[in-house]
């Protein structure tokens, strides 16, 4: 991480309220791109400034300087809607329908159709959608779906609405945090929205990252960093209100969902986010959480142990690349069959399959960046795989920084340990080396780690 200059005026202001000079709160260096994993460890890699402040004003975290769309959604990225459990979409089509009843919708960033899929089960109709991605727009197109190929413009949303009239509602999840200027978006999303339509917003929910200094929800397709009381401010200044809240502890730390129709928010509705306090005291426990998990992880591998990271989604590259863990794990597995044999982004750690874990003989510490819904199965799996592993999970809503504190704890007895069989690793590396599958899949693994083994014995 990089130290951050005091800040002077520097003519950037809040994109939400236009105060001026947010202040910096964190700042990782240049990064590669999260979801772009690479085909060999060789491939070359763009590197952008990843860095957020916070509006002392309005309580916006922000990312000041994104990277251009058009460099950063060019590519497909390893991340459709269908792949991640969406429990809480079944829930949000039925608070849809009770409160409409049914008519025309028009979603935002509609991905691979799934969404649309279920307001069309559930009776909407039309449902129309826009996705800039070309290959999940393909997927919902062929669906049976209109989509248009495209960022939201203008002209989608008159010829939308020149095809279909207005909307009863305009649905957007997970996609307001992407878009750098937020009054032009809703702008356009106003016009097509009926009189008295509602606009449906999803967002991740940074209030529940910040308490425990998770810096995996900070990936830089990311620009914006809601929290209830920042959505709520911005809806207020569109002249919307919100009708429902729910709150769902799921993907990038936990997501909000709010329906809103146009309407006057009540004063006391009216309040800040994060205060400048709150977010420097986060950027404070990002820090000091780097700094006691680099020393966890090296002592754990000077102990002759390895690690591996569970999970190569944009959280786990965030989390790997901008605390520089990289040059502390062995390797990487992933569930997902399509990530597997290619290579994580900045740390360029292999990906393979779960099954890896069977390989490795020495004492293991599986990092664990999988979406909260998901870790149970993950740990279930694990200890099918490898009964003695110790997990440490990287991602809030878990207590990240309760796991470290008793995984470091608990190390000293394992460093004992290892410092009595210690005697034993070279033979241990060469009979792993011997394994036929190990050579097929460990080339990396094996040279690097029989020789520090070696070393050290
Ligand atoms: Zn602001």
């Keep these: 991480m990089h130290d951050i200059p005091h800040p002077l005026f520097s003519g950037i202001v809040c994109r939400m309220c236009a105060e001026q000079d947010p202040h910096p709160l964190l700042d990782f260096g240049p990064q590669p791109i999260a979801h772009r994993i690479l085909e060999s460890p060789a ?5 952008f400034p ?60 509609c991905n691979d159709g799934m969404f649309l899929e279920k307001l069309h089960q559930a009776g909407f109709a039309p ?39 207005r909307f009863k509602a305009v649905v957007i999840r997970e996609v307001l945090e992407h878009i750098e200027d937020l009054h032009h978006a809703f702008l356009l999303m106003e016009s097509m929205l009926d009189e008295d339509g509602v606009l449906l917003i999803e967002v991740p929910d940074i209030g529940m990252a910040m308490p425990h200094g998770d810096c995996s929800v900070l990936w830089e397709e990311h620009v914006n960093f809601f ?51 709150q977010g420097l005291a986060y950027a404070n426990q990002v820090h000091q ?10 002592r754990w591998r000077e102990a002759g142990g390895s690690v591996v990271m569970y999970g190569v989604g944009a959280r786990a590259c965030t989390v790997v690349n901008a605390l520089e863990l990289g040059r502390y794990i062995d390797l990487s597995v992933d569930d997902q069959i399509e990530r597997q044999g290619k290579f994580m982004p900045g740390s360029r750690l292999p ?50 920084r309760g796991e470290l504190a008793s995984l470091t704890t608990r190390l ?5 340990e290892a410092d009595a069989t210690r005697g034993e690793w070279s033979a241990v590396a060469a009979r792993a080396a011997r394994h036929p599958l190990s050579r097929l899949r460990f080339p990396h693994f094996l040279a690097d780690t029989s020789a520090k083994r070696i070393k050290s014995a």
Aim: net charge negative; aromatic share 6%.
């Design 127 to 165: 449902v129309v959608g826009v996705e800039p991605n070309p290959v999940a727009g393909e997927t919902a197109r062929a669906k049976g779906f209109t989509v248009y190929s495209s960022i939201l413009t203008e002209a989608v949303c008159r010829d939308a609405v020149h095809r279909h009239g």
């Design 412 to 416: 000293e007895s394992v460093l004992q």
């Design 289 to 298: 959480y780097a700094e006691r998990l680099s020393w966890t992880l090296r």
């Design 351 to 400: 990906i393979h399959d779960p099954r890896a874990l069977t390989i490795l003989t020495s004492p293991l510490l599986v990092l664990l960046a999988v979406n909260s819904e998901n870790e149970t199965r993950v740990k279930e799996r694990i200890a099918a795989l490898r009964k003695d592993a110790e997990t440490l999970s990287l991602c809030s809503p878990t207590d990240i």
């Design 43 to 47: 491939a070359p890699e763009e590197r």
């Design 50 to 109: 990843l860095s957020v402040h916070i509006c002392p004003a309005c309580g916006l975290v922000q990312n000041l300087q994104p990277i251009d769309p058009a460099i950063l959604y060019r590519q497909y990225n390893y991340c459709f809607s269908s792949w991640k459990p969406q429990p809480h979409a079944a829930e949000e089509v039925v608070l849809l329908k009770e409160h409409l009843g049914g008519g025309a919708i028009f979603e935002v960033g």
């Design 227 to 277: 929290t209830r009381p920042v959505l709520r401010r911005l809806l207020g200044m569109r002249g919307f209100a919100p009708i429902i809240w729910r709150h769902y502890d799921l993907f990038s730390g936990g997501v909000m969902m709010v329906l809103a129709d146009r309407g006057v928010l009540a004063e006391e509705e009216n309040s800040a986010g994060p205060t400048l306090e």
